[in-house]
């Protein structure tokens, strides 16, 4: 299974035309940390993650150490192929 997400290229510019990318299951290049249950988003406390699909499906949950659902799946699944 591919799992499509949209992320934002540079964080200071944010969720603007053409600063958009679409990862087909691979790893978010905001995602802080190789080891599963020990990274978190290093986005997700910026005023316009709001606007995010992430934030819209809830990818981060209450804070931005709490691990990441989608980049915990894709490590996870790195870790076993």
């Not at 290049?29 to 986005?43: F, K, M, R, T, W």
Request: net charge negative; proline share 9%; glycine share 8%.
């Amino acid at each position: 299974m591919k799992h499509l997400v949209v992320v934002v290229v540079d964080p200071k510019l944010g969720p603007v035309e053409g600063n958009l990318r679409a990862l087909n299951d691979e790893r978010c290049p905001h995602l802080i940390g190789d080891v599963p249950g020990e990274y978190s988003c290093a986005v997700h406390d910026e005023e316009w993650y709001c606007e995010t699909p992430c934030f819209a499906h809830g990818q981060i949950e209450r804070s931005p150490d709490e691990p990441c659902r989608l980049g915990k799946y894709i490590i996870e699944r790195a870790n076993r192929d």
